[in-house]
């Protein structure tokens, strides 16, 4: 019995292509990667929780309600932070599932390189570094104005702290930022453990200024008798429209149960302990967010807002000045705790983008896991013995019967792996003994792999439409009408066909597992989609000079210093003989 042994850089005139489709091993105890250090095993659900929330509860509240509420949403700012959160919640059953399954450092960027191929995963990576480093930049340069609020005033900090503007070049720097992303750097760098305590404290503190803030904004509201919330301009100053791209815009704040998935290699028992800390975390967030938003809108008319201290400058609108004071330290910690989350990720990568994969990698977990697992070239001649022993064991079972390829990398001698050749099957068998028919293996991997991009091109369409209003009315209806019917066409092909038996193999098995696929994974790709095509013009015109670098990078020198250039991959089936033969080998 033939099976394929290929090294992916010895596939003569596919080298290109076959690097960006080029699939990692989950980690397990048989394999590690070279080079790769264990990290300490020190986190619970309580240390994930605090994670979760520190890392997501800041800018999100600090900065972000002040320019949604003015520039997008108006007094509807609660709703863009329930889309958001709803998104995300999707989002988080998918992660969960992946998680428990694949509990390593890498989050996103390495669920994507296990489940679709390389260089989407490299793609989402660089694309995301470019978002947490603006993120973390966003948060830092945050704390500046709350923190010059116990000097005296937002220009009251000391020179040595004080933003200063760099005449000619037109930039402003904020070194209180750059001294705080210092000194969060190398707490981190102290330990995980150490790191978590220090985030726990000031999430415990954060979570008191956020209680404190909805009880007193509360009071004030009832009192004064919400007058954020009696304009003529109604609810919607901005549309729907405006409501759902400040949606697209606060979603940045839901990345704190990344941070959470980011952690797996960390958790003492992360097949039980990852989606209760992701669950707890998002939902006391979302939570948080849409009471504050409530009374804080309430409290002062959207248009009346301060964009950098929208919170405090609320309170102290109405003569509380201690609260702002009071406000102002809950602030400069929840500020100070999401850095902490922004920086923990550069051992993962979160966002949109992110998210969408997710959700793609959780249909191929189900549907096409992947079916080769890749071995060091150092054991190929481990891998040839046992190839050998296949074809040469069983006289009856031939090469053409086997079902598998034949194939090899450009350093094996035998014969027997030649040159990569695949059987036809018909696409439909009949079983004698039932009298039905059913899809044979190969061509339901086939099916399910090309519903699945007809889906996600499908929900691309729809979301499209659905949000450019510019485009022509009947062309509007027409792409909108093809987008629906690919959607729905792959819901319907994808819940009729079964699921492959190779899921329940696939990484760690037991823990937690994504409810209503395929239905689930595909209404949070759809979601993900809207929101990532409202995120306007200007915003993807950026990051596309930075995804156009990345590509570059990529190309010339990603591509050919990648960990799995020399890997040889063999059938999934056979892995655990390659890994018993290659422990006596070494015993």
């Known amino acids: 019995m033939g099976f394929l042994v290929g090294s992916q850089n010895g596939v003569r005139g596919g080298g290109c292509f076959r690097s960006l489709i080029r699939r990692k091993q989950v980690d397990s105890v048989h394999f590690k990667p070279h080079g790769h250090h264990q990290l300490a095993k020190e986190l619970s659900v309580p240390h994930l929780t605090a994670i979760g929330v520190g890392s997501t509860i800041g ?10 509420a003015r520039e997008h949403s108006g007094p509807a700012l609660f709703i863009s932070f329930l889309v958001a959160g709803i998104a995300a919640a999707l989002s988080a059953f998918c992660y969960a599932e992946l998680a428990s399954r694949c509990p390593s450092a890498g989050s996103a960027y390495h669920y994507s390189y296990i489940c679709v191929g390389e ?8 694309a995301l570094i470019l978002e947490y480093t603006i993120g973390g930049s966003a948060v830092a340069r945050g704390i500046s104005p709350n923190l010059a609020l116990f000097f005296g005033g937002r220009d009251s900090l000391p020179f040595f702290l004080a933003r200063q503007h760099i005449p000619g070049l037109d930039v402003v720097v904020d070194p209180c930022a750059a001294v705080l992303v210092l000194v969060v750097t190398g707490l981190l760098c102290v330990g995980i453990k ?3 305590l220090a985030q726990a404290v000031v999430t415990s503190i954060n979570v008191c200024a956020m209680l404190f803030i909805i009880i007193a904004g509360s009071y004030l509201g009832f009192k004064t008798g919400w007058a954020g919330y009696e304009l003529p301009a109604g609810y919607f100053p901005f549309g729907v429209d405006g409501m759902l791209a400040g949606s697209a815009t606060v979603f940045f704040a839901y990345i704190g149960f990344d941070s959470v998935a980011s952690t797996a290699e960390e958790v003492k028992n992360p097949q039980r302990d990852l989606p209760l800390g992701i669950g707890l975390a998002l939902s006391i967030c979302c939570c948080l967010y849409m009471l504050v938003s409530v009374v804080i809108v309430g409290l002062v008319p959207y248009y009346a807002m301060d964009p950098d201290t929208p919170i405090s400058s609320a309170f102290a609108a109405y003569g509380m000045q201690w609260a702002a004071y009071l406000v102002a330290a809950g602030a400069v910690m929840a500020l100070c705790s999401t850095l902490m989350g922004s920086i923990l990720p550069q051992v993962s990568v979160g966002t949109l983008l992110a998210f969408t994969m997710v959700a793609i990698s959780v249909l191929i ?18 891998i040839d013995s046992v190839s050998l022993r296949y074809s040469t064991g069983s006289p009856n079972v031939t090469k053409e019967k086997s079902g ?38 190969g061509s339901r991997r086939k099916i ?9 091109v499908g929900a691309f369409l729809l979301a499209y439409a659905a949000s450019d209003l510019n485009l022509p009315r009947l062309l509007r209806f027409i792409v909108c009408g093809i987008g629906l019917a690919l959607l729905l066409f792959g819901l319907i092909v994808l819940t009729c066909i079964e699921q492959d038996d190779e899921r329940h193999n696939f990484g760690h098995s037991g ?14 790709f759809l ?45 999934a089936t056979h892995a655990d003989e390659i890994y018993r033969s290659s422990g006596e080998s070494s015993a």
């Not at 399910?448 to 996600?456: E, F, V």
Request: negative net charge; proline residues 7%; aromatic residues 14%.
């Open 59 to 68: 800018a999100g509240i600090y900065i972000l309600v002040g320019t949604v």
């Open 194 to 196: 150490e790191s978590i």
């Open 527 to 571: 979601v993900n989609i809207y929101l990532l095509i409202n995120l306007g013009a200007a915003t993807w015109t950026r990051v596309s000079v930075w995804l156009i670098v990345g590509v570059l990078v990529y190309t010339f020198y990603g591509r050919t210093h990648s960990s799995l250039l020399d890997a040889v991959y063999v059938p």
């Open 365 to 382: 977990l189900r549907y096409v896991p992947p079916n080769e697992v890749p071995f060091p070239s150092s054991l190929q001649e481990i």
């Open 404 to 441: 598998f390829y034949a194939g090899t990398s450009m350093d094996s001698n035998l014969p027997l792996l030649g040159k990569a050749t695949a059987i036809e099957y018909p696409i439909i068998v009949k079983q004698e003994a039932q009298g039905n028919f059913v899809i044979n293996e």
């Open 511 to 524: 823990g937690f597992i994504c409810p209503f696929v395929p239905l689930l994974p595909i209404v949070c």
């Open 448 to 456: 399910a792999g090309w519903t699945i991009t007809a889906t996600c």
């Open 119 to 126: 260089g989407v995963a490299w793609l989402i990576g660089w």
